[in-house]
T-cell receptor, first 115, second 109 residues
Framework: GAGVSQSPRYKVAKRGQDVALRCDPI?????LFWYQQALGQGPEFLTY????????KSGLPSDRFFAERPEGSVSTLKIQRTQQEDSAVYLC?????????????FGDGTRLSIL | DAKTTQPPSMDCAEGRAANLPCNHS???????VYWYRQIHSQGPQYIIH???NNETNEMASLIITEDRKSSTLILPHATLRDTAVYYC??????????FGQGTTLQVKP
């Protein structure tokens, strides 16, 4: 399939552990976005990449959250020293141009549960 | 970033038109209005977007008021598979989407 792929689909971790969530965007898409969706809420913006450059990280809730996209394609969202409030679905989206006007294509997310 | 207001839930009979309103009174001049929907356990799916003119595609129609402070998404012939949460999202140059609570549309047989 040519859609956005996220892995793992589900992740369970103990409080205090580090986790890494992967996003494979649609091939050739320049822009990549990460969102966090708590249960029963709409997605909330975390960060945005244009190619390998992280242009906006205003939505990252703390310095425990870190995202990278070193070669301008695959992206990883890392959460250090996880806490229970980090439990959520993490969604990745990509779009074809520099974030301008092109619709975002979403993956089905990684459901993170912190015990 | 513009804030949005949508009714929390709506019902629609199968085969009838579903009209979903959104208020975005603080939208700025360069922000488009995007509509997405989310079916349980899936990522949001793009439906349609517009700036100030009405738009139509194979999924839906979008009506934007002249002052751009509100819009309506129209699903002309709702089916059971259209049951989902619908979000309207003003978005500017960054492309970042601001999701509100959305409207849960229940299509009933």
């Amino acid at each position: 399939g040519a859609g956005v792929s996220q892995s793992p689909r589900y992740k369970v971790a103990k409080r205090g552990q580090d986790v890494a969530l992967r996003c494979d965007p649609i091939s050739g898409h320049v822009s990549l976005f990460w969102y966090q969706q708590a249960l029963g809420q709409g997605p909330e913006f975390l960060t945005y990449f244009q190619n390998e450059a992280q242009l906006d990280k205003s939505g990252l809730p703390s310095d425990r959250f870190f995202a990278e996209r070193p070669e301008g394609s695959v992206s990883t969202l890392k959460i250090q020293r996880t806490q229970q409030e980090d439990s959520a679905v993490y969604l990745c989206a990509s779009s074809g141009f520099e974030g301008l006007r092109q619709p975002q294509h979403f993956g089905d997310g990684t459901r993170l549960s912190i015990l | 970033d513009a804030k949005t207001t949508q009714p929390p839930s709506m019902d629609c009979a199968e085969g009838r038109a579903a009209n979903l309103p959104c208020n975005h009174s603080t939208i700025s001049g360069n922000e488009y209005v995007y509509w997405y929907r989310q079916i349980h356990s899936q990522g949001p799916q793009y439906i349609i977007h517009g700036l100030k003119n009405n738009e139509t595609n194979e999924m839906a129609s979008l009506i934007i008021t002249e002052d751009r402070k509100s819009s309506t998404l129209i699903l002309p012939h709702a089916t059971l598979r259209d049951t989902a949460v619908y979000y309207c999202n003003p978005s500017g140059n960054t492309g970042k989407l601001i999701f509100g609570q959305g409207t849960t549309l229940q299509v009933k047989p």
